[in-house]
């Protein structure tokens, strides 16, 4: 199945935002040496041929009135001579914005459910390192047959994180659907927030735990040596979930979330399925989201990066031979840890460090939850998407991430939500066995 790309036109702002050319600076959070990755993702639509509007025209129209709020999205990232980014904001510039056509319904794929790898890569942009620093946004726009469409994204992570990036789109739909103005207007200055402190101190212990540092050592190179690293989703059943979580309870007495409960499992099915040497140390990594939770908090509308690493570090051999109920609860214990004093070390950490690779280690598994992201509000008139996918595999200093889902599909049974899991093509056989476990409700008692 071949996506036919037909033309590409930068879009400005529908009026001009600002008067003179201008620096904007980023957080010590947007310049995590490992959030200098672009983050790729896809949006599907269903429409009818009834509709006489063409979604690539509404789009764009309402991308134009967006970036007069949200112009940063469409300036040049460029390095300060201590190596971090800053935005470059000047007249004339623009988000590009790809017009694409593929003959073929979103049904045939099951509203991309069961699209192949090669036709989601063909939906979304891919921009180089160098093109997404002059261009850390590019969007595209992909027709079906049917009529149903995709929005396809590629953001520069420096610039925002998910919720950033949804609050932006959303800003884009809410202009789409005739409204005069956006409901939540964006921060654009950030160079009072998160900020180090003078002078910076690392007050939370816990970080030198999990942080390493060391300038020849890159994640994301190092992930390269995995070989190939497969994307796959599975459906969770919320019965299946439900009762994983009341077997934890009766063994532990303790209560766990969705997301501390299966990211255990899932964990320990990745470490297993890829047969990790017994003393390599192996990581838990997730992102909180940290708006609320510094003091004081970040105000509405702050649109940049806003979460913060976790971690969880065991023996492969401890996360084997342990109770699953106590891996959830190392899980959720390490919640308890973040605090403003934390996100404040971490920001001093980075810092004190900056230039001196800080890293997690090398067999991090990341894991994110974007089930509460506000996707389905991103209604450009025709309803919300019916499936949201994300295509990257750098995150959180890992090569194999793991995204929680919202459930797809326009039938309205909705039941469960999805796992995409990013693995390393040798240990995907083992780790379908133990997701089909999972879903047959045969946990194994040596499991837990």
Known sequence: MQVQISDTTVVVPSKPPFSDDHVLPLTHLDNDPNLRVTFRYVRAYVTTHSSSSDPFHVISAALSAALVHYYPLAASLRRRRENRLELFCSAGQGVPLIRASVESTLDSV???NDAETQLLEQLVPDPDPDQAMVNPCVLQVTVFKCGGYTLGAAVNHSLCDGMGATQFFN??????RGSGQISVQPILDRSGLLRPRDPPRVGAPVLHEFLSLDPKFSPYEHGKQLGPVLRECFEVKDESVEKFKTKLLKQS????????ALGAYIWRAKVKSSEISMDETVTFAYALNVRKLVN???????????????????????LMEKPMWEVADRIKKSKSKATDEYVRSFIDFQELHYDEGINAGKEVSGFTDWRHLQHSTVDFGWG?????LPLSRNLLGSVEPCFFLPFSGSNGKKDGFKIMVNLRESAMPGFRK???????????????
Request: with cysteine.
């Open 434 to 448: 133990e997701m089909d476990m999972f879903s047959s409700q045969e946990f194994g008692l040596s499991f837990l």
């Open 110 to 112: 099951s509203q991309l």
């Open 384 to 388: 919300g998407p019916v499936t949201v």
């Open 296 to 318: 004081p908090a970040l105000p509405v509308g702050y649109w940049g990066n806003g979460c913060i690493a976790m971690y969880v570090k065991l023996s492969a051999k401890e």
């Open 253 to 260: 007495g303790l209560s766990f979330t969705t997301f501390e």
């Open 171 to 176: 800003a884009m739909a809410e202009l789409a």
